[in-house]
T-cell receptor, first 116, second 114 residues
Framework: AQSVAQPEDQVNVAEGNPLTVKCTYS??????LFWYVQYPNRGLQFLLK????DNLVKGSYGFEAEFNKSQTSFHLKKPSALVSDSALYFC??????????????WGLGTSLAVNP | EAQVTQNPRYLITVTGKKLTVTCSQN?????MSWYRQDPGLGLRQIYY???????DKGDVPEGYKVSRKEKRNFPLILESPSPNQTSLYFC?????????????FGPGTRLTVL
């Protein structure tokens, strides 16, 4: 079965330090991978995606993610965290078994807290 | 400004009283979808639509209806709401016919059914 796992419910990091939010996946075939962020009382916002090509993907707000096929991971990273990065982060993969449905399989989210 | 709008943002209702949550996008997107977000369960798809008059069930369609009479609108209808439909609902849209385009989300509708 296809799935996405975010092994950490919460990540705490000091402002200015690098951050990593982990994501692993299990899909058949080549994955389409996405990261979204949800700020309090807001809808989800797209951060970045990996479809094909360079394994290091750069996205919005200084975030990047590295696709690692051998480890089936797509960890989100940022070199220097900001307090304003505190939010809920979701990893998602397209459900390749859903036919024409653009449905994504979602992780349960990781709450990132950046401490001043 | 490109956006997905939802109304209402907050709604408290009682069991059995029909309600509609509206969703509208101004990006001419073909694909639209409804999700519910619940603690510990993440986002689950309720219904989706590939284009006007083309809708289909997602993972948790029971108790919900949708329609897609116009490309920009995709209302979610609860004919007889029940307390287990208390949740945070999101509408989303994306363009194109491939599966590699990001989805744009509305701000969410927090529904409480008493």
């Amino acid at each position: 079965a296809q799935s996405v796992a975010q092994p950490e419910d919460q990540v705490n990091v000091a402002e200015g330090n690098p951050l990593t939010v982990k994501c692993t996946y299990s899909v058949s075939g080549n994955p389409y991978l996405f990261w979204y962020v949800q700020y309090p009382n807001r809808g989800l916002q797209f951060l970045l995606k990996y479809i094909t090509g360079d394994n290091l993907v750069k996205g919005s707000y200084g975030f990047e993610a590295e696709f690692n096929k051998s480890q089936t991971s797509f960890h989100l990273k940022k070199p220097s965290a900001l307090v304003s990065d505190s939010a809920l982060y979701f990893c998602a993969v397209r459900d390749m078994g859903a036919g024409n449905n653009r449905k994504l399989i979602w992780g349960l989210g990781t709450s990132l807290a950046v401490n001043p | 400004e490109a956006q997905v709008t939802q109304n209402p943002r907050y709604l408290i209702t009682v069991t059995g009283k029909k309600l509609t949550v509206t969703c509208s996008q101004n990006m001419n997107h073909e694909y639209m979808s409804w999700y519910r977000q619940d603690p510990g369960l993440g986002l689950r798809q309720i219904y989706y639509s590939m284009n006007v008059e083309v809708t289909d069930k997602g993972d948790v369609p029971e108790g919900y209806k949708v329609s897609r009479k116009e490309k920009r609108n995709f209302p979610l209808i609860l004919e007889s709401p029940s307390p287990n439909q208390t949740s945070l609902y999101f509408c989303a849209s994306s363009e194109g016919t491939s599966g590699n385009n990001e989805q744009f989300f509305g701000p969410g509708t927090r529904l409480t059914v008493l």
